[in-house]
């Protein structure tokens, strides 16, 4: 059938015919074609964050959903502010961050910069390290707690294994200081991979040339190594740093697992506490409006640093 | 050729870094290993101390993790000797077998909304991304960024709406809401990956098409759809890892019939305190899939977590 259509058309170009028997132009195809997409978007992430804004001026609780809501402006937000607690949280959060993101910084582009080496069965290993970063926080904290056992746990065996000392001498979830290390070594654990992977990207992104002229120039390694290799790798590495630190300033599953937020409240993250509000106490403005300050937060920072990182792209 | 480069590593260069590499690589094993080690341990062999290296090898954990069990009295243990080796194994503890427990279940629910979550995500993805890669679609730029940006949003930030709207149409706590938010959040992903691998299908391949006469919906699936399998594939495992592994909407959406596995092994208790090798067991099976996936996907690997924003 098509192929007449074809014949009676002859004097029409082959891509005009196609598309006029089809009776639809190329764009309504593509309406077509992403509509649903941006419809699905719509219900259920945009609409339900103009909701949490409006919620986040009013006193709604939703274990009680019949009770009058009452409009109350801005007094979340004040109350929020002023609370001192929610500003032992963000203390907390930016421990967790700072910490997690200069030793998986660390950490990850020494990796890279071994593998980048290209010695016999790189293929290997590399998917080994990778491994942790693709499983589930949630079952991940949950085995940690395990590992982390003073009395039968692995990992204070093996650390009193090379210190000599007494592993039921110190347990990693219970003790307030070492708590939120707990934490902080499940994380980079996990996610060293992940700044591994976008800097071995980098590397390799370095045309051999540019070493190759630098050796003309008599350039020692180690010079080589602070004006080619790192201001190279810069631009992926800060993009690393862009996607790990919005993921763990909004960390919840692994904490949740691991510690719980506490001994105390030494690991309470944001996130945790919100749920906590949120999910426990069944303030849904309070905790509305907290989300609201969160997100502005992490958009703000974000918006600076990717200023920053375009910054550098640019030089 | 001879192969000389003076940005070559020396050998004893290369030795040094594999050796470095991988001792760190054992040392991520470690936990895995141990972890699935203790699976196939008996209840006093996981808690021995110091950890036992060499153990014998017990299915106790898992016949734990999909059985509930109840305490008998002698006589009835007398009167009712174990037919099948685990109800052995759980008769060895003066109990027998109730009826199998609810990691089954929610293993299922996880099952169910992984797949019908990575369908329905990869379908709308892959006509969204054909048009944004072939069509002038306005504000293309634009709308690509929107997508991207609603995958920026905490989780918690949005959850309480989205457990107030599902609440007000009766989604809550079914596996079509938890499908249909795991796919709006796994569209960001889906669509910017498989823009990226249509993008690199050449456009001659459809025009040779339409000239032979195919209608542009023909080109696209006898077409586009083969060429671009391999990336409609590794699209489809990273989406289903996500919504295997989600865990903050799992847990603040569900409580019983849609409930998925991450929020429910932490929940696995013993009749005296924590059962490990059962919980173990539960990570094992749950983990395997995704391990895996990983070994598989590995070239894609990159390309994936950060959606396509850095190309290998």
Redesign the interface.
Known sequence: MVKGVIERTADMTPVAVARKIRGLSDRAIAWIFITPTIMLLLAINIFPLFWTIWLSFTNYRANRPNAEVKWIGLRNYERILTDSDIWLTMQATAHFLVWTLVLQVLIGFALAWLINRKFKGNDLWTTIIVLPMMLSPAVVGNFWTFLYQPQIGLFNYVIAFFTQSDPTSFSMIGDVDLAPWSIIIVDTWMWTPFVMLICLAGLRSIPDYIYEAAECDRATKWRQFWTITVPMVLPFLMLAVLFRGIENFKMFDLVVQLTGGGPGSTTELTSINLKREAFEKWRTGYSSAYAIILFVTVFGLASIYVKALNKVKER | MSSY???E?SAK???I??A???I??LI?????L??IA?GFKSGAD??????KIAFEPSLEGYVNLFTTQTRQTQDYMEANPPQTWYEQIVHAKGMVIAGPSRFGERFLNSTIIGFGSTFLSVF??T??A???S????PLKDD?LF??LS?R??????????????FRAVGLSDTHAGMI??Y???N??LS?WLLKGFIDEIPREYE?AA????????Q?FYKVVLPQAATGIASTAIFCL?FA?????FA??LTSGTAQT???F??TIIGVAG?D?PA??AG?TI??LP??V???LL?RH??RG??FG????
């Open positions: 480069s003076i940005t590593p260069q290369k030795w870094a594999g470095l590499v991988s760190y690589a991520t094993l470690m936990p895995l141990w972890i203790t996981s808690i021995a101390y110091p950890p709308l993805g006509l969204a054909y048009a944004f072939r069509y002038p679609v709308l929107f997508i609603t920026m949003m905490p989780p918690i930030a949005v959850a309480i709406p989205i457990f107030l709207m249909l938010l796919t709006a959040v569209l960001s669509v025009e339409l000239i032979d006469g195919y209608t542009r919906f080109a890892i295997w592994n989600e865990y903050a847990v603040l596995a991450p929020p092994i932490p924590q490990w919980m173990a990570a749950f983990l995704v391990m996936f990983t070994i590995r690997l990159l977590i950060t924003a850095v190309r290998k």
